[in-house]
């Protein structure tokens, strides 16, 4: 191996086993190549590394700035998965409800949704989860403010391994963009989103929770059927604006949980940007999208109407700043606030 390459990797420490990854043999070559292409491919030793993704992107900044004329091309292979002498407990086993926040289609605001019912929620005394499952656009990180986190790591006794999520306003918060660069969202194939998520649910040490929610990935794929049965969700929140493109996607989107082998309960659709009122006209609504067609669907399919919550420039500006509206908007907290109870009142006291 190149001796300068050896250098520069032999900086990048893998925080798990708190080695340079050379010395936790992860590199499996690294060469510099007659045209100054350099390639390094690291092979991980478990399967789905978690720390996989951050650490290709270190040794791709590194090498990069050392070689700044230089093509670099960095390859994860990962061991094939060995058979677990034991099952992990999954440390879900002390979360009470489980709540998937879907929505047929991108950018009717599913996450901003997500976002500020967990607020809400925890204004409420509980205790509050939030999983990003969605590899497609994960904004969670920026919504509550920690997009530069990086979740470390923890074993216990019984050699256990834990992911510890990011907190904010009291809210814990496990992304999948914790770990993937968005460009990357579009290579994964179903399989491995689905196997980064199983591993982001089961192994992020959420503790003790009253809810966690779930902000899936828009649509009605694979990778939603597969989290859908992988996790026992106590129900769905369905999220929709107006007009009738986003809400013929919510009837697919109900369709899937309410289809025999899913069997998740609709808890109901939040109709969201429902209308416009501008500071200087208070009185006034402006139905940009259309006027209550969430509303009209959720009659005729015998679902819950939530809520519905207008455009509100603080709900954008919110999200951009990294402290969700609910908490800090007294208009939005009150649509949040009926929100919430609804849902409350909507699954079982008990655990
Ligand atoms: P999705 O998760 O469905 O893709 P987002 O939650 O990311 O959608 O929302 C898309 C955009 O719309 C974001 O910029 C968000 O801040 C904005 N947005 C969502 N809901 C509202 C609202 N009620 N009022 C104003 N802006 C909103």
């Given amino acids: 191996m190149n001796e300068q390459l050896e250098a520069l990797l032999s900086q990048i420490i893998h925080p798990e086993t708190g080695q340079n990854i050379l010395d936790s043999g992860f590199v499996e ?4 190549g007659a045209e100054g ?3 390094v491919t690291l092979r991980f030793q478990k399967a789905r590394d978690p720390f996989a993704q951050k650490i290709k992107k270190q040794v791709e900044a590194t090498i990069e700035a050392a070689f700044p004329e230089a093509r670099c091309m960095v390859i994860i292979r990962e061991a094939a998965p060995k058979p677990r002498r034991r099952e992990q407990e999954s440390s879900t086993t002390n979360i009470c409800r489980i709540i998937a926040v879907a929505s047929g289609k991108g950018g009717v605001g599913k996450s901003t949704v997500t976002a500020n019912l967990a607020v809400a929620l925890r204004q409420r005394g509980y205790n509050v989860g939030i999983l990003d499952a969605d590899i497609y656009g994960p904004s969670q990180t920026k919504m509550f403010g920690v997009e530069g986190f990086i979740p470390e790591a923890e074993r ?3 050699g256990n391994e834990y992911i510890i999520p990011a907190q904010s306003l009291g809210i814990k918060l496990m992304s999948i963009g914790f770990f993937i660069r968005p460009t990357d969202a579009l290579m994964w194939r179903g399989g491995m ?3 980064a998520l199983h591993q982001l649910i089961h192994q992020t040490k959420w503790g003790a929770l009253d809810y966690l929610l779930i902000d899936l990935p828009p649509g009605t794929g694979d990778i939603h059927l597969s989290l859908i049965n992988e996790l026992k969700l106590s129900g ?7 007009q009738g493109v986003a809400v013929t996607d919510v009837v697919r989107g109900v369709e899937m949980f309410r289809h025999e082998q899913v069997n998740v ?3 109901g659709v939040v109709e969201n ?3 416009f009122t501008p500071e200087e006209l208070p009185n006034n609504r402006y139905y940009i999208f259309g006027q209550g067609g969430a509303k009209r669907y959720a009659e005729e399919a015998g679902i819950d109407l939530l809520g519905q919550v207008p455009i509100i420039q603080s709900i954008m500006e919110g999200s951009e700043q990294g402290r969700p509206a609910a908490g800090i ?4 907290e009150e649509f949040y606030s009926d929100i919430a109870e609804k849902v409350v009142e909507k699954l079982p006291t008990e655990c």
Avoid: G, K, Q
């Avoid at 070559?29 to 510099?32: C, Q």
């Avoid at 769905?236 to 107006?242: D, F, L, N, Q």
């Avoid at 908007?329 to 939005?332: A, P």
């Fill in 29 to 32: 070559r690294a060469e510099l």
């Fill in 37 to 39: 292409d350099i390639a």
């Fill in 156 to 158: 216990d006794e019984a």
């Fill in 193 to 195: 989103a689905v196997n």
């Fill in 236 to 242: 769905a929140v369905i999220v929709s604006t107006p």
């Fill in 265 to 267: 309960p609709v808890l």
């Fill in 273 to 275: 940007m429902a209308w």
């Fill in 329 to 332: 908007d007294s208009r939005v």
